[in-house]
Structure formats: C-alpha cells, structure tokens
C-alpha cells in the first residue's frame, strides 16, 4: 500500500467540543447537592418516625401533640420518597430545590411545635436545610430561604408563648437560630461561586483534552507516514491506518499482540532489542501483508530502556526506489537519442567490416577467433541498444483479462516448443482455477519470457539440465493473484541481490543487465510488482504479483 493511497483517505471527524457553558456546570452541582439533600431527608424522615413509634413514655418528640406528629411524620416521609423519586428521574431544578426547602421549613416547624416548642433542640434541623439552599438556589434565594426559616420559628415561639408553652426567654434561642441561618446563607454565597467556577473551569479542561486526543488521532490517522507504538509486551498501543494496511490489520486493533498482526515485524523488533546499539545503525525491512512492497522499519525507543516501549515508522521502500528509478529512467531517456545515432550507426559499420573479412579466404585461426569476438561483442552492444531504446519508447498498457491457468499452460507449451527444449525443462504446477489477472498480455509474455530463460541458462550452468517451475495462486494475506518462476540451480549471491533489478548492474558474464530492469518497469506500468527470494533450499524465485482484483473489478 502506498502511502499516498492511504493519505488520501479521509477519516470520519467529530466537530470539537464547545466551550462549557456555565449554566451547565451549574445544573450539575445543582442535581449532586438535591441528590445528597434528598438521601439525607429521607434518614431524617425516618428518623422522625421511629422517633415517634418507640415506646418511651414521655415520647421524646411529639409529646404535645402525639397524633398531629405522627401525622407530620408520616406526610414527611412519603413527601421525601416523592421528591426523591423526582430527583431520580432527572427533575433536579431550581424549582424542585424551593419546594424541598419549603416542605422541610414546614415539616420541622410543625415537629418543633408539637414536641412543644424550640426548647427540645429539634430546631436545629432547619440550619442544615438552609446551609444547603445556598448551594441549590440561585441569587438572593439562599436570603430568602434563610429568612423564611427564622421568620417560621418566630411565629412558632410567638405562638408557644401565647400558650403559654415556652417562656420569654425562649426568644432568644430563636432569634440566635435565625441569625445562624442568616450568616450561612450569606456565607455559602462566595463558596457555591467558587465550586461553580471550579467546575466549570474542570469540565473545560476535560473538554479541552478530548479535543487535543481528538485532534491528535485526527492528524495521526492522516498522516502519509505508517506508525505503531508497542509497549515492553510488544502489545500495539497505538497504530493508524496508513500502518494497519501494510501490515494487513484493517480493524486497527489497539492492544492485540503485534505477533498476531504481523509476525516479519515481530521478529524485526525482536532483532533490533537482541542485537544491541551497535548493530541499530542498518535500517532492517520485511515484506508487506499484500507480499507486494517492501517496508523498512524505523525503530526509536520510548525511553531509556532497550525493552521498552518504542517508536516504529514504516517505510515504503519503493517509494523511495521509485523517486531513484524515475531520475535514471530521465537519464536513460536523454541518453536513448544519442545511442540511436552515436552508437547504431558506427556499431552497423564495425559488424559489416567484421562480415566482410570473415569472407576474405586468407583468414587464419587466430584472426578468425578475433573476428568471432568482434562479431559477439558487436550483437551484444546491439542487444543493449534495443533494450534502452525499448524502455524509453515506453508504449502505452493495453491491459486485458487473462485467466492464469489458461495463460501459463499456452506459454508454456509456446516456449518449448520454440526453444526445442526437453519434456519436463519447464512445467507449470497445478493451482487454483478461474484466478484472472489484468495485464498487457504483450507485457506478461515478455517479462515470463525473460524469467525462463533466464532461469534455464543461469541455473542450468551450476545444475546440468534442470528443471524449472511456473506457479500460479493467491497470496495468503491480500488474495493478490501472482506467478512465480522458480529454479533449483545455485542462486543469486547475496552481494548481488539489492542491485539485481537495476539498470547496467550484473554479475553474469555475457549479461547486460537491463532484462531484469525492463521486465520490473513493465509489471509496475501495469499496476505489478516483481520480487525476487531465494528458494528454500537454493536457487531462485521470481514472483510477479498482480494489481488487487478487488480494484479493477469495480474500475471496469
């Protein structure tokens, strides 16, 4: 997968937060302190009623009037369970706020009257209650909520007084209540300002980050470059999309073990941590999930530790190959003018002379064998002109469907019988039916061409007469159709291997080194790679993997 493919892919992106609305924090402290409130009226509601139900004579509440207490008591309790289901439901507002504060005012007023008057210390209760409207009720309501309170036990011990239930002193303890209610109230003014403003300032900067990770996975995901951060376990903490689709893990996973996803690169990360700081200067590749491009792995560790978490960039080598190969083939254009008629022409004359003196009878053995030389070195000097003027023609791809099995086994039987070869030089193995592919069957034929020969003049030098293969399938991973040509001879020397599909660059005698070259420019022109791996035990495999079905079926 190149990464400009993927960074053309565009990512679902959710609008950033909007900043935290005051109103909103407040509504939140407002629902927390109801619910709070609420719990605490209900255990006071109970309280009140066991109060009232215990067998202690005199009763420690309601003593002046038992019946009208159990009553207040009983209305207190269901009247709580009511609003409590209220605050359950969602309807913590304001208005819920006043009409507790206002059944709680009545409800222990007419406690603290019934059990006969302020004297038995259940007035206090009402101090609680209006401490709390500070922090429910907005502007002036917390005054207004206070001065209710002391203005109700007033009246309750104006009217104890005047039936002569409590004594004047009595006013005292009231008016000290009231006053108590007053200064909280005016003191939880500036503490709800400041818990509001926390809030808001908390909810703010939680917004703030979800915007930062959002943004942050919004332009990880898009960036051109492949990234997977994985931990001491070697777990996959994070990875964006333009990775998970060279290492074949479309879901993008976080926390699956990077063994399941990609075992080249496990085995990369498990390379670099085992060879050390020396050996961390060479850039260690693998081959993608699609078996199509060849990746190479930048490892930076997150820390000091060697076996720590670390830091992968995944790297499309052909990108770079692609940039290299684009500067050669301009220069390879520029020089194809000058070869046609700097080279062609002066080489003609040289082959003709070296013909002409062939015929002359007094030619001996020793000039006859320089003449042999002249005339191959001429033909191969020809040959690489061809193929130069060949690959800066570049003529357009026609591309067809053609179905693999079907194909091999007509190029197959073309190529033996053109080449007089034997039974069994070159056989196709036996592979999946119906698997099409979409390529220039002029290109197709001259690239396997090219592979065969190959395969028979340089293996059969270190074999004898051997045998060489053709194979046909699906890769694993990506479903990519592909071809493969292989052979059992001695191999490609390893020194030879990363220069072997550049242009002039060989090392077998009487090679020019550009059939490799044109036959990789060829499958790219078409949308296919060509890749070379040792074979198993020796020799060489060439595989060409085919432009993903998937793309061309649609683009039809």
């Known amino acids: 997968m190149r ?3 993927t960074a053309e892919k565009t990512l679902p992106y959710r609008p950033l937060a909007a900043p935290v609305d005051a109103r909103v924090s407040e509504t939140d402290i407002n629902r927390r302190v109801l619910i709070m409130v609420g719990g605490f009226r209900l255990l006071l509601a109970l309280a ?7 067998p202690i004579s005199p009763p420690i509440l309601g003593a002046r009037y038992p019946e009208v207490y159990m009553g207040v008591a009983y209305a207190y309790l269901v009247t709580a369970i009511f609003i409590a289901v209220l605050i359950r439901r969602g309807w913590a507002s304001r208005s819920v706020a006043a009409i507790q504060l206002a059944v709680d005012i009545t409800a222990i ?27 429910s009720l907005p502007g002036k309501g917390p005054y207004f909520a206070a001065a209710l309170a002391a203005l109700a036990l007033l009246l309750e011990q104006s009217l104890s007084f005047l039936q002569g239930v409590t004594h004047a002193a009595d006013f005292l303890p009231a008016g000290v209540l009231g006053a108590i209610m007053l200064v909280l109230a005016l003191a939880t003014q500036p503490l709800m300002r400041r818990i509001e403003e926390t809030e808001a300032l908390a909810r703010q900067r939680g917004i703030d980050l979800e915007n930062l990770a959002q943004l942050n996975d919004y332009v990880l995901q ?18 964006n999309q333009s990775a998970a689709d060279q290492l074949g893990a479309p879901d993008r996973r976080p926390g699956a073990q990077l063994e399941e996803i990609s075992p080249a690169l496990t085995q990369v990360l498990d390379d670099w941590r085992h060879n050390g700081p020396d050996a961390r200067l060479d850039v260690p590749s ?14 930076a560790p997150l820390g000091s530790l060697a076996d720590g978490s670390v830091l992968i960039f995944l790297e499309d080598a052909s990108l770079l190959a692609e940039k290299v190969q684009q500067s050669k083939l301009a220069a390879l254009g520029r020089l194809s003018a000058s070869i046609a008629h700097e080279i062609r022409n002066p080489l003609g004359a040289l082959s003709h002379a070296g013909q002409l003196l062939a015929e002359s009878p007094g030619i001996g053995t020793q000039e006859q064998r320089f003449l042999d030389i002249i005339d191959t070195n001429s033909k191969r000097v020809s040959d690489i002109v061809e193929n130069v003027l ?18 091999t086994a007509n190029f197959v039987s073309e190529f033996v019988s053109t080449l007089e070869l034997f039974e069994g030089q070159l056989s196709v193995a036996e592979g999946a039916d119906g698997i099409r592919v979409r390529m220039d069957p002029g290109h197709l034929h001259q690239v396997a061409w090219n592979l065969c020969e190959n395969a028979l003049k340089y293996a059969s030098e270190a074999a004898g007469g051997i045998a060489v293969e053709m194979r046909y399938g699906r890769l694993p991973q990506s479903h990519r159709p592909y071809l493969e040509i292989l052979d059992h001879g001695a191999g490609i020397p390893e020194e030879l291997q990363d220069t072997l599909f550049e242009p002039f660059a060989t090392g077998r005698n009487g090679g ?10 060829l499958c790219e022109s078409n949308g296919a790679t060509l890749r070379y791996e040792p074979g198993e035990t020796h020799g060489s495999v060439f595989r060409i993997v085919f432009a993903d079905p998937n793309r061309w079926e649609v683009d039809r």
């Open 3 to 5: 990464a400009m493919a």
């Open 48 to 54: 009140l009623l066991s109060v009232a139900l215990l």
């Open 109 to 135: 007023t007419l406690a603290v009257h019934t059990s006969g008057g302020i004297g038995n210390g259940s007035a206090a209760l009402l101090v609680m209650f209006v401490a709390v409207s500070g922090l």
């Open 222 to 239: 898009n960036l051109r470059e492949s990234i997977v951060v994985v931990d001491p376990e070697k777990r996959i903490r994070l990875i």
């Open 286 to 299: 693998f081959l993608a999930a699609d078996g199509s491009t060849v990746i190479n792995a930048h490892i």
């Open 390 to 407: 060949q690959l800066s023609r570049r003529e357009p791809v026609h591309a067809e469907t053609l179905y693999l099995g079907q194909w």
């Open 512 to 521: 020019h080194g550009l059939g490799l070259f044109i036959c990789r420019e």
